[in-house]
C-alpha cells in the first residue's frame, strides 16, 4: 500500500484546459496536477463543469482548447480507448445477462489475454471487492452496493493508470453510501491506482479525498486536501460550501480590531475596512455568562455526539451556530457569552 506523497510527480496534468458549448462555458481554464495513486475529488454545485472536465479526461468531449497530459505525455489528441484510462459510469452498464465472473471477465478477453492470466486477475479482483461468493450470479439478482462493486471491480480489473469515477455512490442510499465510502477508499489503496471521482457531496469528499478541486462557474476556485480547504477557504464561497461556517458582517479598524454590534476582535496581520468574519461552530466557546460577547440560545439541533445551538446575538442577522457536546444542558431562552478564538476565524476583504 502506497499512499500518495507530496513530491510524487503528476500522473495527470490538466492544462488551462476550456469547454465551450456555443456561448456557454463549461469549464473555464482549469489547470491541475493529480498525483500517483492518489484520490483525488472534482467536487462543486451542480452545473460548474466537473462531468464536462471529467469527460474530457476520458476522451468523450474534446476541448476548446488546453491539454491534458498523462505521465508527460500529451494524450489530448487520443480517442477513449486508446487512452490507458478507464471510466466507471453512474448508470454501471453491467451486462445483464452475464455473470458477475463474466462481466469481469469480458474486457480482459476483448483484449486478448491468455484464459490463465484471466482467471488469475478476475479472482484477485472478486476477493478484493468481497464479490467472490456472488460470481456466479447475474446483475439483477444483486443489491444496489454489490452492483456497484461489480462496476468498480470491472473498472479495476483491466488495471487502468486512472480510474475516473462519475458520482460512483449516487445511486445507493445515505447509510449504504458512507459504508462504500470507506470500502472504494481501501479498494484504491489496496489496488494502487490514481482515482479521479465527481461527486456534489461535500461530506462524501472530505472522508474520501487525499486532495480535491473546488469548482464554480467552470472555473477553479481552490485544490488542497480536505484539512486545507476545511481550514483554510479561499474564498467566502469555498467557506461556505464546505461544512458549516458562520458569517459575521463587520468592519475593521485601523488597530486591527474586527468590530460588529456588540464584538471586538483583536486580529493579527488584516488591514483596515469593510470585512466578513467566517468561524466554524466548533470555534466559538459557550460559556454560562461573560465570554467576549453574548446572545440568546433559539434552537437546539440535536446530532448525536454533539449539539448545535441557533445563538441570536446583536453581532449577526443570522443567529450563529455554535458546537457544544451533548451533555451541555442549554436550553431555548437560556442566555450565554460567547468566545471566538481569533486563531481559528478567516476573515475576508474586498
Ligand atoms: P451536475 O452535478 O448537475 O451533473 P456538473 O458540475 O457535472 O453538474 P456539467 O454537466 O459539467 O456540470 O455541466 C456544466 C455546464 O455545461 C452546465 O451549465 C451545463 O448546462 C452545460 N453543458 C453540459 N453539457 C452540455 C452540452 N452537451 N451542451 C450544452 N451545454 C452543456
Known amino acids: 500500500m502506497t499512499a500518495a506523497t507530496p513530491s510524487a510527480a503528476p500522473i495527470l496534468k490538466i492544462e488551462a484546459i476550456v469547454k465551450n458549448y456555443g456561448p456557454i ?3 473555464d481554464h482549469v489547470s491541475l496536477d493529480i498525483r500517483e495513486k492518489e484520490f483525488f475529488a472534482l467536487l462543486g454545485p451542480s452545473g460548474c463543469g466537473k462531468t464536462t472536465l ?5 476522451g468523450f468531449e474534446t476541448p476548446t482548447a488546453g491539454r491534458v497530459l498523462l505521465e508527460g505525455k500529451d494524450i489530448s489528441p487520443l480517442a477513449p480507448e486508446k ?23 469480458y474486457g480482459l478477453e476483448m483484449e486478448k489475454l491468455a484464459r490463465g492470466e484471466i482467471n488469475r486477475r478476475v479472482d484477485d479482483i472478486l476477493s478484493m471487492t468481497d464479490l467472490v461468493r456472488f460470481a456466479d450470479r447475474k446483475p439483477e439478482q444483486l443489491s444496489g452496493g454489490q452492483k456497484q462493486r461489480v462496476a468498480l471491480a470491472r473498472a479495476l480489473v483491466k488495471r487502468p493508470k486512472v480510474l475516473l469515477l462519475d458520482e460512483p455512490l449516487g445511486a445507493l442510499d445515505k447509510k449504504l453510501r458512507e459504508k462504500m465510502q470507506l470500502e472504494l477508499k481501501r479498494m484504491q489503496h489496496e489496488a494502487g ?29 481552490q485544490c488542497g486536501t480536505p484539512e486545507e480547504i476545511y ?17 459575521i458582517d463587520g468592519g475593521v479598524s485601523e488597530a486591527g480590531v474586527f468590530e460588529a454590534p456588540g464584538l471586538a476582535l483583536a486580529l493579527a496581520g488584516v488591514r483596515s475596512g469593510k470585512a466578513s468574519l467566517a468561524v466554524r461552530p466548533e470555534h466559538i466557546v459557550v460559556s454560562a455568562a461573560g ?5 440568546v440560545v433559539e434552537e437546539i439541533a440535536y446530532h448525536g455526539l454533539d449539539r448545535v445551538l441557533h445563538v441570536r ?33 478567516r476573515l475576508f476583504q474586498s
Not at 461535500?202 to 476556485?221: F, N, P, S, T, Y
Open 83 to 105: 487512452r490507458p484510462l478507464n471510466l466507471m459510469f453512474q448508470s454501471y452498464a453491467l451486462f445483464p445477462h452475464m455473470s458477475v465472473r463474466k462481466n469481469l471477465a
Open 291 to 295: 465570554g467576549a460577547f453574548g446572545g
Open 25 to 27: 462555458t463549461a469549464v
Open 313 to 345: 446575538t446583536p453581532a449577526c442577522v443570522q443567529p450563529l451556530q455554535v458546537r457544544v457536546p451533548a451533555d451541555a444542558g442549554h436550553r431555548s431562552g437560556d442566555t450565554v457569552g460567547l468566545t471566538i478564538d481569533p486563531a481559528k476565524v
Open 231 to 247: 481550514e483554510q477557504p479561499a474564498d467566502a464561497f469555498v467557506a461556505n460550501f464546505i461544512g458549516v461556517m458562520n458569517f
Open 54 to 58: 471529467l469527460r474530457m479526461l476520458a
Open 193 to 221: 491506482i490514481t482515482f479521479v471521482i465527481v461527486t456534489h457531496d461535500q461530506e462524501e469528499a472530505l472522508v474520501m479525498a487525499d486532495r480535491m478541486a473546488i469548482l464554480k462557474d467552470g472555473k477553479l476556485l
